[in-house]
C-alpha cells in the first residue's frame, strides 16, 4: 500500500492560512496598515476601491525595504519582530507572526514599491498567487506603497461569501477607526472611490475621538486614568445619559492592540450599574497598558483574543477605576449618610421660642355648592361648639348624589369596537352579541387603553400597538412600493458618522420606497427633503433618521430578521407614538380599529403581546372573594 500523506504545496499552505488572517478585505486593510505603523510611518494613506474587492493601497513614510526584504516579506513565517521564542513574550509591536504578506499575496494579484531613505533606487515586486511575476529596481519615494488587487480573485468561493459593498466598506471603516484611536499622533487618510471620508491629524486621543465619531461626542466624554502595580489605565468613557441601544463605539485596547474581551467589558458595564439606561450601552475607549510578559497575544490568528496572567485583579481595577471618574465628574448621586436631605430644609438655629408655628387663612363663609347644586343654609357664627351640631342635616346640599356621576372626559371614549372577521375565532372574548357593541375606552397614566370587556376588562398597551400597526403598514410598502411622501418646508441636512454614511447607503432604495426624500450632500451627510406622509407635522427629521439608524443596527443582532423587516421594524418604532403620550377621542378611535385590523393584533413587534385581558375571576382572586 502506497503512503497517503504528502506534504502541501506552498502556494496551497498559504491559501489554508490566507483563511484565518484574510476573511475579508478588512483583515487584509488592519495588516497593511500595522505593518506601516511598525515600520515607523506617521503618515499613512489608505485607498479603496469597490469596497477592497478591487484595490486596497497603503502609502506609508516608514522606513522601507531593502531588495532583498521586499522579496523575502512575502514568504511564509518571514517577521522582522521574533528571533527566539521567548520574544513572543516581550512583543509590542503589531504585525509578528509573518503570515499577513504571504496570505495576502496567495489569494490577491499584489504590487510593492518601497525605497529606503539612505537607498537611491527603491524595488517594485509583483505577485499574484503566490508566484513572483516581476521584480525591478525603480525610481520611488521614500517609504513603501502596497496595492492588492482583485482579492480571492483565484479563490471564487471565497469571493462569493462577501457581503454587499456597503457592508464591507463599514467592516473597512471599523478597523480604520481602531487603528485611528489606537495612534491618535499619526496621519491618517482614507479615500472611497476618488472621495476621502477622513482627513485626520495628529493630535490628543479625545481629539481623535470627536475627529472620528463627530463634534457632539466632545460633551459626552468623561476621561478615566488608574496606575497601578498591574496595568496602566487611561482613555475616556461615555456620560450615561447618552448611551446607546448598540455597542457601537466600545473599544478596548491592549498596548494599544484592540482586542475583544466580554469579560473586561463587563467590568465596564458593572461600573455603570444603577445609572444606566435600560438594555442601552455606554461608549467607552479604555487603553491597558501591561508588560507583555504577563499576557499571551498568541491565542487567535487575528491577535484580538489575549490571555491575562491576573484578570480577576485587571477587572476589579477597571471596574473601579471606571466608577471612580464617573463619580468624580458627578455623573452618580452624591450621598450624605449622616443626614437625610429630605429634611435639610427644615432644621432651624433659631430659639424654640422664636420658631413662629404656620397660619393659615380662609373664608368661614366659602360654599363650594353655592353656584352649582344649591345653597347651604347660612352659617351662623355664634353656632355651639358641640360636636353634633356641625352635621346638622339641613347643611347637606341638595343632589349630593351627582357628585359621584362618572361624567365623560377628553380621555373616555364610547366607541364601537370593531373586530374583523379573520379576529373573531382568536378574539372572541372581544365581541359581545350584536355587530358593533358599544365599548368604553379610556387611558391609563397616558400609557394603557382600558376597556370592560363581557368576561372582564381589556387593556392594550398604546406604544407597542401603534407599533404593530405602522410594522404591518411599512412591511406592506416595501412589497408593493406604494409608500407616499411629503415635502418638507425647509430641507434638513443629517451629518452622519462614516459607518452609518455607509449603512445609509446600503438601505436607500427601500427607504425612498417608503417616502423618505434623501440626497447625499458632502462626505457623511444627507439632505433631508421629504419624509413619508403618514409620519405626520412637527416631526424631527433628524432625530427620526438617526433613531431609524441606530434601531436598524440594533435589530441586525437578529438574524431570523430579513433586511427589509429589520427596515420596517426600525422605522416603526422610531416613529410609533410614545408611552405617555395622551390621545383624544378620534385617535383611540382610529388606534383601537386599526388594531384589530392587522394581521397580528396580539403580539407586538418584539414578541410581546399588546393586548392583556383580566378575567372576573382573576380580580375576585386578587380582591380574596373566591
Known amino acids: 500500500m502506497t503512503d497517503i500523506i504528502q506534504l502541501l504545496p506552498d502556494a496551497v499552505a498559504n491559501q489554508i492560512a490566507a483563511g484565518e488572517v484574510v476573511q475579508r478585505p478588512a483583515s487584509a486593510v488592519k495588516e497593511l496598515i500595522e505593518n506601516a505603523i511598525d515600520a515607523g510611518a506617521d503618515r499613512i494613506k489608505l485607498i479603496v476601491k469597490d469596497a477592497g474587492k478591487s484595490l486596497i493601497q497603503v502609502i506609508d513614510n516608514g522606513c522601507g525595504m531593502s531588495v532583498t526584504d521586499a522579496r523575502l516579506c512575502f ?97 473597512i471603516i471599523d478597523e480604520f477607526q481602531r487603528i485611528a484611536l489606537a495612534y491618535p499622533e499619526i496621519f491618517l487618510s482614507l479615500h472611497s472611490e476618488n472621495n476621502e471620508l477622513f482627513h485626520l491629524t495628529p493630535g490628543t486621543l479625545k481629539q481623535r475621538i470627536v475627529h472620528l465619531f463627530g463634534n457632539n461626542y466632545n460633551q459626552k466624554l468623561v476621561p478615566v486614568e488608574e496606575e497601578t502595580s498591574i496595568i496602566g489605565l487611561k482613555g475616556f468613557v461615555g456620560k450615561p445619559e447618552y448611551a446607546k441601544k448598540t455597542r457601537g463605539e466600545q473599544f478596548f485596547f491592549v498596548n494599544k492592540r484592540f ?48 490571555k491575562y496572567e491576573d484578570d480577576k485583579a485587571i477587572y476589579a481595577i477597571i471596574r473601579s477605576a471606571v466608577k471612580r471618574s464617573l463619580g468624580r465628574y458627578n455623573i452618580t448621586p452624591s450621598l450624605d449618610f449622616d443626614q437625610e436631605t429630605s429634611f435639610s430644609n427644615m432644621i432651624s438655629n433659631k430659639p424654640l421660642d422664636e420658631i413662629q408655628a404656620p397660619t393659615i387663612s380662609f373664608n368661614p363663609n366659602f360654599n363650594p355648592f353655592e353656584n352649582e347644586i344649591g345653597a347651604l343654609r347660612p352659617s351662623n357664627s355664634t353656632r355651639s361648639t358641640d360636636y353634633s351640631s356641625r352635621f346638622d342635616r339641613e347643611a347637606v346640599p341638595q343632589n349630593w348624589d351627582t357628585l359621584y356621576k362618572i361624567t365623560e372626559t377628553e380621555n373616555h371614549v364610547q366607541l364601537p369596537l370593531i373586530v374583523h372577521e379573520e379576529e373573531k375565532e382568536n378574539n372572541s372574548d372581544l365581541i359581545v352579541p350584536g355587530a358593533q357593541a358599544k365599548k368604553s375606552f379610556f387611558q391609563i397614566h397616558n400609557r394603557y387603553i382600558v376597556s370592560q370587556i363581557h368576561s372582564g376588562v381589556m387593556l392594550i398597551d398604546q406604544q407597542a400597538a401603534h407599533e404593530r400597526i405602522l410594522f404591518e403598514q411599512y412591511k406592506e ?113 382610529e388606534l383601537i380599529d386599526k388594531l384589530f385590523a392587522c394581521e397580528s393584533p396580539n403580539i407586538s413587534i418584539h414578541g410581546k403581546p399588546t393586548i392583556i385581558t383580566l378575567t372576573l375571576a382573576e380580580l375576585m382572586e386578587k380582591f380574596d372573594k373566591i
Open 75 to 171: 514568504e511564509r513565517h518571514a517577521t522582522s519582530k521574533i528571533r527566539k521564542a521567548e520574544d513572543l513574550f516581550a512583543i509590542r509591536s503589531m504585525g509578528f507572526r509573518g503570515e499577513a504578506m504571504a496570505s495576502i499575496a496567495a489569494i490577491a494579484q499584489v504590487e510593492l514599491k518601497t525605497r529606503r531613505v539612505e537607498d537611491e533606487l527603491g524595488t517594485v515586486v509583483q505577485i499574484e498567487g503566490s508566484k513572483v511575476v516581476n521584480q525591478s529596481p525603480e525610481a520611488l519615494a521614500a517609504g513603501t506603497s502596497i496595492s492588492v488587487k482583485n482579492l480571492f480573485y483565484n479563490i471564487p468561493a471565497r469571493r462569493n461569501f462577501l457581503k454587499s459593498n456597503s457592508v464591507e466598506m463599514r467592516h
Open 259 to 306: 482586542i475583544r474581551d466580554p469579560y473586561l467589558h463587563h467590568a465596564v458595564m458593572n461600573a455603570y450599574e444603577d445609572i444606566l439606561p435600560a438594555e442601552t450601552f455606554p461608549m467607552y475607549v479604555l487603553f491597558i497598558d501591561i508588560d507583555p510578559a504577563k499576557i499571551d497575544i498568541n491565542v487567535h490568528p487575528t491577535k484580538t483574543e489575549i
Open 477 to 589: 410598502q416595501l412589497e408593493t412600493n406604494q409608500g407616499s411622501s411629503q415635502q418638507s418646508l425647509f430641507p434638513t441636512t443629517v451629518d452622519l458618522t462614516a459607518a452609518d454614511f455607509e449603512l445609509m447607503n446600503d438601505i436607500l432604495p427601500d427607504l425612498q420606497t417608503l417616502g423618505f426624500q434623501l440626497r447625499p450632500f458632502g462626505k457623511t451627510t444627507y439632505i433631508v427633503d421629504g419624509i413619508p406622509a403618514d409620519l405626520g407635522n412637527n416631526i424631527n427629521e433628524k432625530q427620526i433618521i438617526e433613531q431609524l439608524l441606530e434601531d436598524y443596527k440594533h435589530n441586525s443582532s437578529d438574524l431570523r430578521v430579513n433586511k427589509r423587516d429589520n427596515l420596517a421594524k426600525s422605522l416603526a418604532k422610531s416613529s410609533a407614538i410614545k408611552a405617555g403620550t395622551a390621545l383624544d377621542n378620534e385617535m383611540i378611535a
